[in-house]
């Protein structure tokens, strides 16, 4: 039987008081608490403190999202309730509240209520091996790059449970597309982690965070993607994260001018809510494993600024991906559906395996030094430059530029 | 007669063997038979974690590699196997396994 | 033993009823119950790395598959009614399985297991890398040969071969 | 920067990493092609120049990397790379001139349609060179020396459409396989006596005191030295490759293919190749010299048919009117005098010709493609001249070429190499033939190489492709000018006041010179000599330029029948036809006919043989056996066919047998007592 690992590890001494104090705070409160029930009270509070914080950065991303958009497309935004619009997900929150619950007669009951709850949890499930900080990994696991994965695997399950249950022809399409799309898109998401888990050698965040830690030249962060396979790894697998959390402009399942609202066409009130719920956690967790794999963990990315807590840089690059999400969303037209599996089946998957060749090749020379590694880096952007155009070409085949006479 | 646990996992198994067998020798619908057939090779699985967990020599990680592999070999089953049904409907538009005897002698 | 009880009901429970419903979909979905069982039989049993590869594979890919071929396949000709074989098939079917879970069980109870001294210490993931990049490499390679063929099988079997197929004429 | 030599496999990877690219880019791809090529060898040369730091640190020493290629039982196959200087000097050059060809070839072939495939196959070739350069082991040289033969065969017949550059690259590929087939031999020969093929192994390799000591020991056919009989079998390969008499019919024919392809087989890649082999191996050459007993030393016979190509190929090119034609017996003329140095005991002066020619032919074939291309392929200088004032580059940069080929003092390296390779001759104490060989061919390679530049660049316009020319673009004047400047810088890194090459070549680090003057004698006749000839060239060609395409040349006024004689190239290729493809066709008509009358008779008659013996058995069959057959065989299908009739082609049936048979199976294991 597996022993329980330390909810959050024991801070060591080392760090500041400013990195330590979570976890100071938890030990504390436990202390209050007979010995035996100590580890279940901290985890009781590792989980509420997640919960709080992201249920927290959810509504917020709620309003932040609308924002954006709004700037995106000129117009204000949300700006009635509360200054600015501050108190909108206040507003929406109530509104999702109070409205009435409606099941369609003939839809399978009980699968229509567990749909949103599966998702929800699931994608909560995925927060427990990312690491906020230095200290602040809720579940240190051997195999947690995996246990990521696995857990996120079953969100799919709830999208088809919803769509299935709904029993409505346009949510059931809706579903069928999500399941396309999300085994089209789980291959290249796979695989392009892969060189990572390579190179690094660990399946274990903390180590993978630990093989980033240095700097080149002095102030160059050694993260994944200041190397030309990380950088490459790093696209696909922010393109295929897009796909994998339906996000635009990969939202086919949800496309309102095709499908209505896709699986969430039958839903309202706070089930509706929930999905939605489960969609920004679904994003925020990928995120926050981007952050892990290629962007350094919680490291700061420069060596003068490592005084700033290890929390607050996760916390930085985190927004700093939402944003980048957003302005995505704001930005790209949505693809369609052919084009969608053409992408990952021909470019994405094809690119990562190459990609891969080029992690092979990246570690077998890592013993290059001198003028062989000026070499090291050609040969290794070329081996992604390369099949990048020449896939690229054979994708977009037959398609010009479009000129505008008149425009 | 002392029970083990490993006598239990055994036992456990071999429920969830005939429960495969059951279901793939009574479903008519070639989906299930092969999710029946899916839960026997689980129930395999089971056997070796649980020979390698109360094995004499626990040491060696062979229950756990061979359980790997099988998963392996029983994805690229069910793909297979589902592409047959697929490849089935489309001749008779129908799945069920007991239209499907073109093959007799 | 708790923890192996309450594994084996959640195993076993969802696995009997999904092979005795009608509904097809909701029996897929209660086999995917029954798989995440057997994952956690993997964690209990402290094979970890296992029971995430279990629910890797089976939850989110052969499920996936499952789903997607009922759906596929979903207006069958003869959609209504027992067929009066069906009933004949399925008592046959729970005779003999009864008889094979009546064999396997007295097997299991008739047969003195030696048991290790103590259990097995969890594998770590560095530790199944390094056996299989090491002993098992010609299985690796075997299984990744495998599962190409298979994908590719599979595509070949699935994918329509003709343009006037039954299906067009739909 | 150095290289270390393990590394030393990069050189040639990158350009055939190139050639992988290029081979793999669709036809429109043409940036890529030739930007993969460019570079790769580009950093090659890089690389090259890092081996040349490695090897001139530690000039005497043959650094080696030796590796299993594959295990044979017992032994193993093995490899290697070697760092030595002559390796280093070799590739910088190959690398140097193949880069400025290459750039001049983007220019030169811009409108060719197959302008990625060219580049694939120009980057396989130069990799193969540069493998062939860095090779530790005989096997390794030739698997290169084949790939060199296969690219060049692909090269010369780029422009497969037309049937003469079919004819010609099937002429060179099966000419040199009549000198593979030699080195072949000798190779095997080689294995079977030293156990070995690395060339450095630690006292181990064939070109080390202890297997050349075994070699010079054991006699063979004829009484020679097996080390003379190896080496002169491996230098049949060198007589293929590097055009030598009697085997140079490929070289002029492979003109046919473009222009840069024949630079590069000229200059810097397959010609050179020969030479490479005989200096690589010198050690097993010169082996047999301390033996008075035998009938004739391996370095004897190279210097005889280096003496004969040297004069040979001078003499011929005197009267060819093909602007590539001459420079081709020229090559085939210096490739001689590289031979001659070899056979009189210099091989550093044969390196360091060959160097310094690998650059002045180059710039001559480079200069010659500008003036074919800006000429609209008229190729014929009948039909050209007047070139000087429209091509100025081109002018200048072919002049000193000229110049230095023609071996002009002082100022142009072609002059230095030549001098080291006469004084060479000189002092080879066996015959004094090959030196007055190689100072007749002085005579007429100033001769000829003034009679082509005035042909092509003086006068008048004699056609209407000429008078249309004008300079191309600075895509293929700049690797002239280049290789202008190395034509002329060149040579003075041997000069005999300060020989710096040729020590670093022999293992010195410090360099001991002596005067310029000192054998003035030689050097003094060797002026005169290039006098005599640029001179009797001026007078017969520059101060009356030929008035039309089809006056007479003057020699062929003068002396018709030795003209004619000259100009069919002494009648070689007509006496392979007669002697050599006639004995093959008799041969194959001989065949043919043993195999008609002879062996099909004998078939024939068995055939008939055989069916009596049929005829007979069917009829004892029919009756006797096969009545029981089918008495048999009815009862077999009956059997069967209640057999497949259990076969429903239903799977639960099958599987309900299956899960019964096990029930019964385990039932009859636990009550009959387990197993």
Known sequence: MNAMPGIFAAATGADSLLERWPILFRDTVAGFFPAPLQWLVGSLISILAIVAIFGGVFAALTLLERKMLGRVQNRPGPNRTGPFGLLQPIADGIKMLTKEDIVPRSADHLLHFLAPVALLAFSILTFAVIPFGRNLVPLELDAAVLYFFAAGAATELAIFMAGWASRNKFSLLAAMRALAQLISYELPLLLSFVPIIMLAGTLSMTGIIDQQAGWNFGFIPKWYIFTPWGFAAFAIFLVAALAESNRSPFDLPEAESELIAGHLTEYSGFKYALFFMAEYFGMIALSGMAITLFLGGWRAPLPFLEFIPSYLWFGAKLLGLLLLFIWIRGTFPRLRMDQLTRLAWKFLVPLALFNLGTAAFWSLTSGWSGPLQLARWGVAIALVVVPFVLLGRGLSRGVAPRTYRFA | MILTPLHLCLLLSSALFCIGLIGALSRSSSILVLLGVELMLNAANLNFIAFWRYGPNPAAGTGVLFVLFSIAVAAAEAAVGLALVIAIYRHQRSIRLQDARRLKG | MTGLLIIALVTLVPAAVAMALRNVIHSALLLILSWAGIAAFYFWAGAEFLAFSQVLVYVGAISMVVLFAVLLTRHTRTDGGVAPDTLGRALAGLLIGGAVLGVLFGAVLSTPLPIGSKPAAAVTVHGLGVELMERHTIALLVVGVLLTVALLGAVVLAASDSRSGPEDAR | MSLPVQLLWLIPALPLLAAGIGSLTPRSGRGLASGAAIVAMAISFLLSCGALATALAQPAAHLVHNFAWFDLGGSAVRLGWLLDPLTAFMCVMVTFVGTLIFIFSTGYLHEDANFTRFFCFLSLFAAAMLGLLVANSLLLLFICWELVGLASYLLIGFWFHKPSAAAAAKKAFITTRIGDLGLLLGMLWLYDSTGSLLFYDGGQGVLEATALGGLVAQTTIG???????????????????????????????????????????????????????????????????????????????????????????????????????????????????????????????????????????????????????????????????????????????????????????????????????????????????????????????????????????????????????????????????????????????????????????????????????????????????????????????????????????????????LFAVLRARFGFDELYAATVGRLNTAMAALSDGLDRYVWDAAVRFLAALGEFGGVVNREADEDVLNGGFDATNDRLRGTARSYSAAQTGGAHGYLRTVAVGFVLLVLIVMLGGGV
């Open chain 4, 223 to 561: 009484g020679l030295a097996v080390s003379t009989a190896i080496g002169l079998l491996i230098f049949c390969g060198a007589i293929g490759k590097s055009g030598q008499f009697p085997l140079h019919v490929w070289l002029p024919d492979a003109m046919e293919g473009p222009t840069p392809v024949s630079a590069l087989i000229h200059a810097a890649t397959m010609v050179a190749a020969g030479v490479f082999l005989v200096a690589r191996v010198y050690p097993l050459m010169s082996a047999d010299q301390g033996l008075a007993h035998v009938p004739v030393h391996a370095l004897t016979v190279v210097a005889a048919i280096g003496a004969i190509t040297a004069l040979l190929g001078a003499l011929i090119a005197v009267a060819q009117s093909d602007i590539k034609r001459v420079l081709a017996f020229s090559t085939v003329s210096q490739l001689g005098y590289m031979m001659l140095a070899l056979g009189v005991g210099s091989w550093v002066a044969a390196i360091f010709h060959l160097l310094t020619h690998a650059f002045f032919k180059a710039l001559l074939f480079l200069g010659s493609g500008s003036v074919i291309h800006a000429a609209h392929h008229e190729q014929d200088i009948r039909r050209l001249g007047g070139l000087r004032g429209p091509m100025r580059a081109t002018f200048a940069t072919f002049a000193i070429g000229m110049m230095a080929l023609a071996g002009v003092p002082f100022l142009f390296s072609g002059f230095w190499s030549k001098e080291a390779i006469l004084h060479a001759a000189h002092n080879w104490d066996v015959s004094h033939l090959p030196l007055y060989a190689g100072l007749a061919a002085v005579v007429l390679t100033a001769f000829y190489m003034t009679r082509l530049v005035a042909e092509t660049f003086f006068g008048s316009p004699r056609s209407e492709e000429a008078s249309h020319a004008h300079e191309n673009s600075a895509v293929m004047t700049v690797p002239l000018i280049l290789l202008a400047v190395c034509a002329v810088l060149l040579g003075f890194l041997g000069t005999p006041a300060y020989p710096w090459l040729q020590a670093r070549l022999e293992g010195h680090t410090e360099v001991h010179g002596h005067p310029i003057f000192e054998g003035a004698g030689l050097l003094m006749l060797s002026i005169v000599l290039v006098a005599v000839g640029i001179g009797s060239g001026w007078a017969l060609y520059g101060r009356r330029p030929r008035a039309n395409a089809n006056a007479l040349d003057p020699i062929e006024g003068r002396l018709p029948g």
